[in-house]
């Protein structure tokens, strides 16, 4: 089985690289990735074959679909792997659809069974682990940044493939850009997470919060409500928002939803300060604290600046 791995952002195409590289292994493939970019980057993290693609001109999702139909056809994929950022979410549909093959969303695992493609992807808010084949060839899926490790680099070598496109009349032409906060960058790759739940009665409250944050080096989340219902805080931890893996989450005054939960799941260590005893955040928590976060914050900054 020949593997194809592409996505826009760098960090992504070297941890999809990885797992296709592991998948070639076991079934006797190879692990072929697309970049815009420097072969030898691809190489340094499995890539038996790398495609450099030139002549795209704007960066919009209609020029990098047609090149990676060609690329598709070019090098006879079975399984084509796009990184699921934002880019990716659209164009993995749109390629999948341009080549007639099935297509898997955001897959949570990806792995070959009976010589056939297999996956795991979240279903019904992310309450459900879902398990899927595909029997098209070739295949589509996407999978979500962090989903695998980016190996460590080896000394790589192997044959580039330069591939011209055509660069076709874009239907969307992009007429300003501007970069992204700092904060929206940071939270997916943090370490450690403090987050704010309803718990919060006002927007003010979150200083206690701020400083919890400052005292751990850690980057701030909140639930979905804080966010797009009362507008406290630019960005979310969930299913519809922002998905996680810190080796630390702080849940303070957070219920646990499902949609919640569904962002945190692969968290190391998980820490949850509540009131109510029953709120469903506890049974996901390697420790629970069933107190006020009125009270226990103040405290607990106090104490770790007193042993910092």
């Known amino acids: 089985m020949r593997f194809l791995v592409y996505s826009e952002d760098p960090e992504v195409s070297a941890q999809l690289t990885g797992r296709a590289r592991a998948l070639a292994d076991e079934v006797g493939g190879e692990a072929v990735t697309v970049t815009v970019g420097d072969p030898a980057a691809c190489f340094r993290h ?25 690329v598709v056809e070019a090098v006879k994929s079975d399984v084509v ?44 808010g992310g309450s459900t682990v879902a398990r899927e084949t595909c029997t098209s060839n070739p295949s589509v899926v996407s999978v979500p940044p962090r989903t695998y490790s980016k190996p460590e680099p080896s000394e790589g070598t192997g044959e580039v493939i330069e591939l011209r ?61 804080i966010s797009a219902d009362l507008g406290w805080m630019d960005q979310w931890v969930g299913i519809s928002g922002k998905k996680v893996r810190p080796s630390l989450y702080v849940a303070c005054g957070i219920s646990g939803t499902i949609q919640h939960v569904a962002g945190i799941r692969d968290s190391q260590i998980i820490v949850s300060v509540n009131l109510d005893e029953s709120a469903g955040i506890h049974g996901l928590s390697d420790y629970s604290v069933v107190v006020d976060i009125y009270k226990v914050l103040p405290a607990l900054v106090k104490v770790l600046k007193e042993r910092a």
Request: aromatic fraction near 4%.
């Open 46 to 70: 499995g890539a038996g074959r790398v495609v450099k693609v030139e002549g795209l001109g704007e960066p919009t999702v209609e020029p990098f679909k047609a090149a990676l139909v060609q």
């Open 81 to 124: 792997m796009v990184g699921a950022t934002r880019r990716g979410k659209e164009l993995a549909p749109r390629l999948a659809a341009a080549l007639g093959a099935g297509y898997m969303a955001e897959c949570t695992s990806v792995g070959i069974a009976d010589g056939q493609l297999m996956v795991e992807r979240l279903t019904y």
């Open 165 to 225: 496109v055509e660069d076709p009349e874009p239907r969307v032409r992009a007429l300003e850009r501007r970069p992204k906060p700092k904060a929206s960058a940071d939270l997916e790759s943090a370490s450690i997470i403090v987050a704010a739940g309803r718990g919060f009665k006002a927007k003010e409250d979150l200083r206690l919060l701020e400083e919890l944050a400052e005292t751990l080096g850690a980057q701030m989340g909140c639930t979905r409500p």
